[in-house]
């Protein structure tokens, strides 16, 4: 099956830096990347999503993008805010399979 | 709508007993998903239903583990007998479909299970 590798486990910036995380899969023929959110006491939410028939794909101050060659993925987050602090959730899935998701990151933004 | 919904959001139980955790998925969604969160095994998929029926259940730990689907609005994921292992967060999800493209599962707020 599937098997998703994320890195780092935590990561700290500073208020204005940017954030990149990033994912590694196994099964090449994995062809959806979803990115989730999740706050303090709360359930994920998807942010941003990237399908294999694009590369890269932005969304304000979020951007992910895909290497399918080398099967890995990121995720970045430009002019951080404390509001960006949460656990992220990078998962991949192919076909008509279910989300396999990697471990998390918790990053921590400060003022 | 207000998204998927689960209950109770805390619960905490003596080993040995019974525990039964529920979830109201977005009106419309015909895929359900249940999820164990922990530290060391992040979010794993315990089961999913697409139109009320068990699609796949591998992720299930144990026996212990049972869930149904009685109705479009409302599954149900119980723990018999409960252990304390079995102390995590429990979420349920819900998701329009899972064609070739995958669509946006939404998450309920989960559950915190305690087993003492």
């Known amino acids: 099956g599937e098997n998703v590798e994320q890195h780092p486990s935590t990561l700290s910036v500073q208020e204005g830096d940017s954030a990149v995380i990033k994912c590694t899969y196994s099964?090449?023929?994995?062809?959806?990347f979803p990115w989730y959110k999740q706050e303090l006491g709360k359930g994920p939410q998807l942010i941003i999503d990237i399908r294999s028939n694009v590369g890269e794909k932005k969304d304000q101050r979020i951007a992910v993008t895909l290497n399918k060659t080398a099967k890995h993925f990121s995720l970045h987050i430009t002019e951080t805010q404390p509001e960006d602090s949460a656990v992220y959730f990078c998962?991949?899935?192919?076909?008509?399979?279910?989300?396999?998701f990697g471990k998390g990151t918790m990053l921590l933004v400060s003022p | 709508d207000a998204g998927v919904i689960q209950s109770p959001r805390h619960e905490v139980t003596e080993m040995g007993q019974e525990v039964t955790l529920r979830c109201k998925p977005i009106s419309g969604h015909d895929y359900l998903f249940w999820y164990r969160q922990t530290m060391m095994r992040g979010l794993e998929l315990l089961i999913y239903f697409n139109n009320n029926v068990p699609i796949d259940d591998s992720g299930m730990p144990e026996d212990r583990f049972s869930a149904k689907m009685p109705n479009a609005s409302f599954s149900t994921l119980k723990i018999q007998p409960s252990e304390p292992r079995d102390s995590a967060v429990y979420f349920c999800a819900s998701s329009l479909g899972q064609g070739p493209w995958n669509t946006e599962a939404f998450f309920g707020q989960g559950t915190r299970l305690t087993v003492v």
């Open positions: 998962a991949a899935s192919r076909g008509h399979s279910t989300l396999t």
């Open positions: 099964d090449s023929a994995s062809n959806y």
